[in-house]
């Protein structure tokens, strides 16, 4: 009886150990520094500073910790992994603490669904090139730019193209490339329309200009365009297959319209905020937007299916099924109904 009763007591005692680890904390901390950016993956936050790289948990405890001297770090993303970059410096450093250091500096780099880490680098003798990683960091392909400043660089979800964006003399230029090949597919352009950012919406590429977004598709082909009729571009965010923008009437910042536009260049969704918004982050179908006093989370076309009064954050990340709201040092939970 007496070993029954230390028996039972022991099971008792490691359920309610295993209840209170799954538990997660309401808050924690977490180290800061100069030019500090995050990424979340899952219920992990990833910080970088200029003196290195921390992954925390969900409990807060710091898994990996990694002390790099970083002139500017940066992250990309998706939606099961993350990357710092070092503008500007040779480092590149996963979710998982592996990395890769390049011979020449880095321009920029873009993580892509299929786990693509398209990394655009200088090169000496041409204006910059493109390497592209697969997702066990085995590099699988490569682009030198001859003539033409490197801009960006994203891999499509399914892992088949490259698209390239680069400063031409007359404007921006996007590069069409399939990875089973050295031959370049096709080319877009616009004479005198600058573009600052491509992605990928599902199979087709989304310009992103001052005043508009251009479609193409693999070939570089026109597939329509989408005009911000006289509005101003605050933040956007890549949402899977739609884009989400934040359109304001006036150029110096205050509360705009939401807009979610399809690969068919199709509005396909609006919202008003009534705040301007200080920052989007995109997961696993959600979008989080961060205001002074609210934050939100809208499914695909914006239907918004959470709500919730905060105050003080700087940054919000979207986690498994929270988000995480930082300011300063402190990282709170906010649970999302």
């Known amino acids: 009886m007496k070993k029954l009763t230390c028996f039972a007591a022991l099971t008792l005692c490691l ?3 295993a209840c209170a680890s799954a538990k997660k904390v309401e808050s924690y901390y977490i180290a800061t520094g100069a030019h500090q950016c995050y990424a979340a993956a899952g219920d992990s936050l990833f910080s970088a500073t200029s003196t290195g790289v921390t992954v925390y948990d969900a409990n807060g405890e710091a898994v990996i910790q990694q002390s790099l001297e970083l002139k500017y770090p940066a ?3 998706n939606a099961d992994n993350a990357a710092v970059y070092d503008i500007g410096g040779t480092q590149v450093v996963f979710l998982d603490g592996s990395g890769i250091e390049t011979k020449n500096n880095i321009i920029c ?3 892509s669904d299929s786990g693509h880490l398209a990394l655009c680098t200088e090169e000496a003798g041409y204006k910059g090139s493109v390497t592209l990683y697969s997702a066990d960091k085995t590099e699988v392909y490569k682009w030198y730019s001859a003539d033409s400043r490197i801009v960006k660089a994203s891999v499509s979800p399914e892992g088949e193209y490259l698209a390239v964006l680069v400063s031409g003399e ?3 230029i996007v590069k069409l490339f399939a990875l089973n090949s050295p031959d370049e597919l096709g080319t877009f352009s616009e004479e005198n329309t600058v573009f600052d950012d491509i992605g990928w919406l599902g199979g087709r590429i989304c310009c992103v200009g001052a005043d508009k977004l251009c479609f193409i598709d693999e070939n570089g082909r026109a597939k329509g365009e989408y005009s911000f ?7 956007y965010a890549f949402c899977g297959e739609e884009i989400v923008l934040e359109l304001r009437a006036h150029s110096f910042g205050g509360a705009g319209t939401l807009v979610a536009v399809d690969n068919a260049a199709e ?3 609006t919202a008003q905020p009534e705040a301007e918004i200080e920052c989007f982050d995109y997961s696993d179908g959600k979008l989080l937007a961060l205001t002074q006093d609210k934050l939100l989370c809208f499914e695909r076309g914006l239907k918004l299916c959470c709500e919730t009064e905060q105050s003080g954050a700087q940054r919000a990340l979207l986690g498994t099924n929270d988000a995480m709201l930082i300011s300063g040092a402190e990282v709170k939970i906010s649970r999302l109904k």
């Open 15 to 17: 359920l309610l150990t």
């Open 75 to 77: 992250v990309c993303e």
């Open 109 to 111: 780099a873009d993580l």
């Open 170 to 172: 007359k404007g921006s």
């Open 229 to 235: 009729d006289g509005k101003y571009l605050g933040g």
């Open 267 to 269: 509005q396909c969704g």
